[in-house]
Structures are given as C-alpha cells and as structure tokens.
C-alpha cells in the first residue's frame, strides 16, 4: 500500500498567516491526489483535486501543487474559517490511503 | 444538488453485524464509485471500501477485509455496507462519499456520517 506522510501534523497560527502543509507519497502517483479540509463535528470538504485543481467553492486563498511524491497545500491568508483538521488522499490506486493529518490551530 | 444519507449505525457487541445505507439523490448514481470511509474517536480519516458505479471492485482496506462487503443497489440509487465479526477497533463515524469517476477519483460529496459503537 502506498503510504501518505503528512506534516506537519498540528500547527499553530495566527489570522493572515501563510500557512504550508505538505504530503509525501511513498511511490509516484503523478497528480492523482487530493486534499481535504475537516471542521470539528463536520463531514470532511474536498478541497483540491488532481493535486492542483480547487473545488468551486473554494476560496483562492488555498492553492494546491506537487506531483509524483510530494504535494503542498498552501494557504497564503489564513482566516478564522479555516482552523480544522486537513487530511491529504492519494488517488492513485487501492487501497486509498489517508496522511495523518494536519491540526491548524489558532496561536 | 448532490445528497448523500447514511443510516443503520447504531451500537452492536463484539461479534455483532450491522448493515449501513447510503441513499444518494441529485446525481446520475450508476456513474460514480461510492465510498466509505471511517474515522475513530479523536483518530484520523481511514478508508474502508469503494464499488465502482457498475458494481466492479469491489475494493477494502485489509483490516475489514472478509468481514465487510459493499454493494449497491443502482436502481435504488443506494450504497451499503454491510458489517460482520465486528470488533471494538471497529467503532467510529462512518461516512459515505462519492469519487469523481466510475472506478476511483476524489470523494467530492460526503454524507454527514453516522456512528457505530462496538462495545460489550
């Protein structure tokens, strides 16, 4: 199975930050990967997919880059909204495999 | 708009089954893989299974293989999981989601997930 290793795992942050949250793959997956965000007592949101490619909604302040073994979420101003939990999924093949996760919490 | 239900869970002892639906509206359901996925308390995300929209796959993590079989029933536009042997570790929120494609592609809908305790 492919392994996914997220960090950093939490992070603590303050509103208009620049925040950089990164996913390794332990083999090539070339842009067949996606990023999530996760509210506390929510149903995950997918955020990007094909690594770069944001969901409508999905305010400009996220953007998604990477291929093959490493991938970068970055979110450029951070906003009130955006403390959660961000899980990173490779689409590449079964079984599917989550990263860790990363806790983005308020300093 | 995109609906995804889940219903079913609820509190089982060790050994117990449990069978979990995923109703889905808003979307042509033959032509997208459904997924689940399932979270412990405090713990991260796990996914647990996917069939493909035809039915193909289907596909699970290994620690519920041979004791977890999803089907669907696309003339019901329903997902199911059903769940036997459970164990302790099994407890969690599970969610349903839809892929992007028939076969694999990112979980673009989720439902709003639904527990099941596995306890003595």
């Known amino acids: 199975a492919i392994q996914m290793t997220q960090s950093p795992s939490s992070l603590s942050a303050s509103v208009g930050d620049r925040v950089t949250i990164t996913c390794r793959a332990s083999?090539?997956?070339?842009?067949?990967f996606g990023w999530y965000q996760q509210r506390p007592g929510e149903a995950p949101q997918l955020l990007m997919s094909?690594?770069?490619d944001s969901q409508r909604e999905v305010p400009s302040r996220f953007r998604g880059s990477g291929s093959d073994t490493e991938f970068t979420l970055t979110i450029t101003s951070l906003q009130p909204e955006d403390f959660a939990t961000y899980y990173c999924l490779q689409d590449y093949n079964y079984p599917r495999t989550f990263g860790q996760g990363t806790k983005v919490e308020i300093k | 708009e995109v609906q995804l239900l889940e219903s079913g869970g609820g509190f089982v002892q060790p050994g117990g089954s449990l069978r979990l639906s995923c109703a889905a509206s808003?979307?042509?359901?033959?032509?997208?893989?459904m997924n689940w996925v399932r979270q412990a308390p405090g713990k991260g995300l796990e996914w647990a299974a996917t069939i493909s929209g035809s039915g193909a796959g289907p596909y699970y993590v290994d620690s519920v293989k041979g004791r977890f079989t999803v089907f669907r029933d696309n003339s019901k536009n329903t997902a199911y999981l059903q769940m036997t042997s459970l164990r302790v570790e099994d407890t969690a929120v599970y969610f349903c989601?839809?892929?992007?494609?028939?076969?694999?592609?990112?979980?673009?809908?989720w439902g709003q997930g639904i527990p099941v305790t596995v306890s003595s």
């Open positions: 989601a839809r892929g992007t494609r028939p076969y694999m592609g990112a979980l673009d809908h």
């Open positions: 808003g979307f042509n359901f033959r032509n997208y893989a």
């Open positions: 094909l690594a770069s």
């Open positions: 083999q090539p997956i070339r842009d067949e």
